[in-house]
């Protein structure tokens, strides 16, 4: 099915600490290239934050923060590609029962859900005959995107993830969850932490002109002069 299944109340899987979750099913049509996604995820997992494990069958742990409703509301997920069935097995914390609508939009932005891959490759196969599969990994915040399209600019991904852990360690105070899934207890600092931490002293000129891009994009995103959205392109 190409819609959430029922949701259903059950124990926690093994590595998350906590028992109040929400179980969800999303569907997805074939093909769908899950071991080149969760690839693009695990090589720029910030620490702390996000993860994707190496078992047999692995799954995307994530920690977040979401307003609904007028409410911040902040927990973690857990997402496992169910190949096949063509799904993905979401797991939420009960502390973001009161924002799944938005969630599960989120989620099925993050990783490419809705794409019809029969159109896709009605126009692309000839030019990409090994690509039938992939899909566009977007995000689940579109300000943390920015901030780590920022980051990325003109070095590798493992140094970008280094600059991103770095950052979320700056402004870990705010980000301290009471229950974590398998040590992911930190959600990516909010907008107005980036600027007291891009706005900082650079280690050298191209550290200032990376913080300096950051901090003006952070300003023009808190005065609502930059709209950011939730796909990577």
């Given at each position: 099915?190409?819609?959430?299944?029922?949701?259903?109340?059950?124990?926690?899987?093994?590595?998350?600490?906590?028992?109040?979750?929400?179980?969800?099913?999303?569907?997805?049509?074939?093909?769908?290239?899950?071991?080149?996604?969760?690839?693009?995820?695990?090589?720029?997992?910030?620490?702390?934050?996000?993860?994707?494990?190496?078992?047999?069958?692995?799954?995307?742990?994530?920690?977040?923060?979401?307003?609904?409703?007028?409410?911040?509301?902040?927990g973690w997920l857990s997402a496992q590609f169910d190949t096949a069935q063509h799904q993905l097995r979401l797991e939420v914390s009960d502390?973001?029962?009161?924002?799944?609508?938005?969630?599960?939009?989120?989620?099925?932005?993050?990783?490419?859900?809705?794409?019809?891959?029969?159109?896709?490759?009605?126009?692309?196969?000839?030019?990409?005959?090994?690509?039938?599969?992939?899909?566009?990994?977007?995000?689940?915040?579109?300000?943390?995107?920015?901030?780590?399209?920022?980051?990325?600019?003109?070095?590798?991904?493992?140094a970008a993830r280094t600059l991103a852990r770095r950052l979320r360690l700056a402004a870990q105070a705010e980000c301290l969850l009471q229950r974590h899934v398998a040590g992911r207890k930190r959600i990516w600092p909010a907008q107005r932490t980036h600027g007291d931490v891009l706005g900082g002293p650079g280690a050298d000129a191209g550290q200032r002109a990376q913080r300096s891009a950051g901090g003006g994009h952070v300003g023009a995103a808190m005065q609502g002069q930059l709209a950011v959205g939730h796909r990577a392109c």
């Open positions: 099915r190409l819609s959430p299944s029922a949701r259903r109340r059950e124990g926690a899987a093994p590595g998350v600490a906590d028992t109040g979750v929400s179980t969800l099913r999303l569907g997805y049509r074939p093909p769908y290239d899950s071991a080149a996604m969760l690839d693009f995820l695990r090589q720029r997992a910030v620490a702390g934050v996000e993860a994707v494990t190496q078992d047999a069958a692995p799954r995307i742990l994530r920690t977040l923060g979401l307003k609904a409703g007028g409410q911040w509301q902040v502390s973001l029962r009161g924002a799944l609508p938005l969630l599960i939009r989120r989620v099925r932005a993050w990783l490419d859900l809705d794409a019809d891959p029969q159109a896709i490759h009605a126009v692309l196969h000839a030019d990409f005959p090994h690509g039938d599969g992939l899909r566009v990994p977007g995000t689940l915040d579109g300000f943390e995107l920015a901030v780590r399209a920022v980051l990325g600019q003109q070095i590798s991904v493992a």
